[in-house]
């Protein structure tokens, strides 16, 4: 099993940035393409980026491209997701998704999940 934690949601204004941060411990070399999901009030969760088990493939939604970068430390089972220029559309819980196997950006494809960490863009 693989174990998915969350961290550095918060509040931010318009304009601001936040640094998310996913530790995966458990058995993680088996570990291939890690993600992240957003799900917005009302909404149904949805992909934001994804990042090959070498860190050299990536891949974003278009509503994000541009803001934010995706990255992952191996050595320190740790992945990120960097947010630039955020919007209030980017409120959102956000949930770091890992899988066995090779890239997808389909929510369905992902073995394990964290339980989520809380952005707030407030305008």
């Known amino acids: 099993q693989v174990q998915l934690v969350e961290s550095g949601g918060g509040l931010v204004q318009v304009g601001g940035s936040l640094r998310l941060s996913c530790a995966a411990s458990?058995?993680?070399?088996?570990?291939?393409?890690m993600a992240w999901f957003r799900r917005a009030p009302g909404k149904e969760r949805e992909f934001v980026a994804a990042?090959?088990?070498?860190?050299?493939?990536?891949d974003y939604a278009d509503s994000v491209k541009g803001r934010f970068t995706i990255s992952r430390d191996n050595t320190k089972n740790t992945m990120y997701l960097q947010m630039n220029s955020l919007k209030p559309e980017d409120t959102a819980a956000y949930y770091c998704?890992?899988?066995?196997?090779?890239?997808?950006?389909?929510?369905?494809?992902?073995?394990?999940w964290g339980q989520g960490t809380e952005v707030t863009v407030s305008s």
């Open positions: 990042i090959s088990r070498s860190g050299r493939g990536t």
């Open positions: 458990g058995r993680t070399f088996g570990i291939n393409t």
């Open positions: 998704a890992a899988r066995l196997k090779g890239f997808s950006d389909y929510l369905t494809a992902y073995d394990y």
